[in-house]
């Protein structure tokens, strides 16, 4: 398909004596702006507003390393054995537990424990999507995601947002096109909370009418929900799954509620789809690590997890406070942003003319680092857009770096 039919004579690329073996495939996998400056960007004098590495903040590290000795001395011979594909079934239970926060009432059977919801986007996508078929997902969309879309070689076909989130009569106009066009939908992707990158919230008042379109029009729903405990006025928001169980896909995580480094997520499908999640699971890893998920649900069993999130809240809400006043303050005309009221992401649009992918490499050299919008995008749209991560450096360290992009900004309207 995208494959040269002849050996390239020249470039970066004819120096991989391997090129003509990959995989079609492959031709969709490119490594994100921010990992080829990953090493500059990553240096302690750069203010990195660019990924969204959680903020471990308050764990308990005393007694969670007293739970997980504790565990290996007493469950090690089943801690650190294979496990089954499905998941831990006591795991299973307790994510039912903390999806009912949502309004989601579900059977622990039909949870499958993936490692991370980005392992459950790559499995979802594995078991629905043929080359050529048609993913539908807001515009700006999850880079993670995206990646997952373009590897399975599925087109993304962007619906853009307002300031409540996706817009039910531009997802009709979506749905209609493609028709028009011959393709065929396979799902809507979307992150109905606190959007990444976007930052935005899907309306309650949209989100049956949302429902409603891709009920009627044949579309499952895959609903990619990591933030959703983590809004800042305490508010949590009835998943899209809570009122069609049938025709939604959940994906959720313990990445941003407890620890990301333990890789433990979920997706929650009818029962007809986990089945072939189980399978795509078993294939691709066996089984998820038995010991992250024993620590995961020794952690939710033995330790105050809600009180965690709410410490969570509290300090991603100064963090954002900080971002937002910082951007009030220091911005240039012709910039605007929103207030996220959860999650890690403020999504900035610059005065015209300025690119904020070639704009990158001077950041780094003012040492502030952000994600340039284009990488959100499947269609090459969002060169006037960038996103910051407010979620991992301090407060001080926020409005520094923001103070140092917006400089750089300003350098560039006056170029
Ligand atoms: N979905 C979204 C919207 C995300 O922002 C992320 C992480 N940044 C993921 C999925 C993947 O999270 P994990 O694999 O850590 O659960």
Not at 149 to 170: I, T
Request: neutral net charge; contains cysteine.
């Amino acid at each position: 398909m995208n494959l040269p039919d002849q050996p390239p004579k020249q470039g970066a690329r004819s120096l991989d004596p391997h090129l003509r073996r990959y995989a079609a495939r492959t031709a969709g996998m490119t490594a994100s702006e921010i990992r080829a400056l990953f090493a500059v960007a990553s240096r302690p004098e750069v203010v990195s507003l660019a990924g969204g590495m959680p903020h471990l903040a308050a764990l308990p590290l005393d007694s969670l390393s007293a739970e997980v000795g504790d565990l290996i001395a007493t469950e090690g011979l089943v801690a650190l054995q294979y496990g089954s594909a499905h998941g831990v079934p006591e795991l299973r239970e307790q994510i039912c537990e903390v999806m009912a926060l949502e309004g989601i009432k579900a059977h622990p059977d039909d949870v499958v424990v993936t490692v991370g919801s980005q392992m459950g986007l790559d499995m979802v996508t594995r078991i629905f999507c043929d080359p050529g078929d048609v993913v539908l997902a807001e515009g700006p969309s999850y880079v993670g995601a995206l990646g997952s879309f373009a590897a399975y070689q599925a087109q993304v076909v962007h619906v853009a947002m307002d300031a409540d989130g996706l817009v039910p009569e531009n997802l009709r106009e979506a749905i209609a096109a493609v028709g028009r066009a011959g393709r065929r939908i396979k799902f809507l992707y979307t992150i109905p909370n606190f959007h990444n990158p976007a930052g935005v919230t899907l309306a309650v008042q949209r989100r049956a009418e949302v429902l409603e379109i891709c009920r009627a029009h044949g579309i499952l729903v895959v609903e990619d929900n990591p933030y959703g405990l983590l809004g800042f006025d305490g508010v949590t928001y009835p998943a899209l799954r809570s009122t069609d169980p049938d025709n939604v896909v959940y994906l959720g995580s313990f990445s941003k509620t407890f620890a990301a480094g333990l890789r433990v997520g979920w997706v929650l499908a009818p029962h007809a789809v986990r089945e072939k999640l189980v399978l795509a699971a078993e294939s691709a890893t066996l089984c998820p690590p038995t010991l992250n998920q024993m620590i995961v649900s020794r952690y939710l069993a033995t330790q105050d997890w809600k009180g965690q999130i709410k410490t969570y809240r509290e300090a991603y809400r100064e963090r954002r406070d900080a971002a937002i006043s910082a951007l009030e303050q220091h911005m240039p005309l012709g910039s605007t942003w929103n207030k996220p009221s959860g999650g890690f992401y403020v999504w900035i649009t610059v005065p015209e003319g300025i690119d904020t992918k070639a704009m990158l490499p001077r950041a780094v050299t003012q040492r502030v680092a952000y994600a340039s919008g284009t990488g959100f995008y499947a269609d090459g749209l969002g060169s006037r857009q960038l996103r910051i991560s407010y979620c991992y450096p301090t407060p001080e360290r926020i409005r520094e770096g923001v103070r140092r992009l917006a400089n750089v900004i300003k350098d560039e309207v006056e170029l």
